[in-house]
């Protein structure tokens, strides 16, 4: 039975909870028109959702690898794609984050009843939320990334794919007051360490989604700690939207396995292989 510990705290920095925070199409919505607003940018968010695998590598489950998080199209059809990532962000964090902004901005082409050339895709943009000075170059809050030719700087693909890195340690060089920013406020309160520290924030502010994003983190935190190994599996079922990261499919296999669970459901929830699936067994 995997059981949380009681004594962690699932901050918005943790994959899960910030999926299930900003699943939300409303959150999903302010969240990124906050960051616009932060930016000076005339665009705003219309659309959300959580990504389907099948977007990303059509009906093939098995590379679970390359799936992307939130995704959201603003008001001139630029599609977000936003990631956040506990770690300190690395070459790995990177290079997942290109595959995701790159997949998705290939697959526009997938649907076949739509006559699109790669001239006319929209662009991809890639939020990154984040901890590390990535290669020292992070002197901003907000840095700006894209695929450009080293000795003329001009960037290859037309404005066709942008990353922006977003360095949460950073914020302890910004002084807290009550009439910050607010994109900078929904900073401190994901970069939070408490529910405590959270609602220091979120009271100050007096946000209404700030506060709904506090409800979704407590209620989040007080069900997994109730939650056991198979409310997690139908939980999955159930929300088939949201996928299981590469990670975390060999130990859920494992669990499914050891309760004598159908390969054939084993296969179906995880995205595993079967001769993968076949070969955990031989070692439990």
């Not at 056991?228 to 499914?256: C, L, P, T, V």
């Amino acid at each position: 039975m995997l059981v949380k510990d009681s004594y962690s705290f699932n901050s918005l920095l943790d994959d899960l909870t910030f999926k299930n925070v900003f699943s939300n199409s409303h959150l999903l919505k302010w969240f990124i028109n906050n960051f616009m607003r932060y930016l000076n940018l005339r665009v705003r968010c219309y659309d959300s959702q959580v990504i389907s695998q099948y977007y990303i590598k059509p009906h093939n489950k098995k590379y679970k690898l390359y799936y992307s998080d939130l995704v959201a199209i603003l008001d001139n059809e630029n599609i977000i794609c936003l990631e956040c990532y506990k770690n300190s962000f690395s070459v790995e964090e990177c290079n997942k984050s290109l595959s995701y902004v790159c997949r998705i901005y290939a697959n526009q082409l997938y649907n076949k009843n739509e006559k699109r050339s790669y001239k006319n895709v929209s662009k991809v943009i890639g939020i990154n939320i984040m901890h590390g000075n990535y290669n020292r170059d992070s002197k901003n809050l907000v840095s700006k990334y894209k695929i450009q030719n080293n000795l003329s700087h001009k960037d290859l693909t037309n404005n066709g794919i942008e990353i922006y890195n977003i360095n949460l340690d950073l914020l302890k060089e910004i002084p807290y007051t009550l009439d910050e920013d607010e994109f900078i406020t929904i900073l401190r309160i994901i970069n939070a360490k408490t529910l405590n520290e959270m609602e220091y924030y979120v009271k100050k502010k007096g946000v209404r989604e700030m506060n709904e994003v506090l409800e979704y983190v407590r209620r989040w935190n007080e069900e997994s700690m109730e939650h056991n190994f198979e409310d997690y599996i139908q939980d999955r079922i159930r929300e088939s939207n949201i996928e299981i990261r590469e990670e975390d499919q060999i130990k859920y296999a494992k669990g499914m396995l050891k309760k004598n669970y159908p390969i054939s459901d084993i296969q179906e929830i995880t995205g595993l292989a079967l001769s993968e699936i076949k070969s955990l067994q031989k070692k439990l």
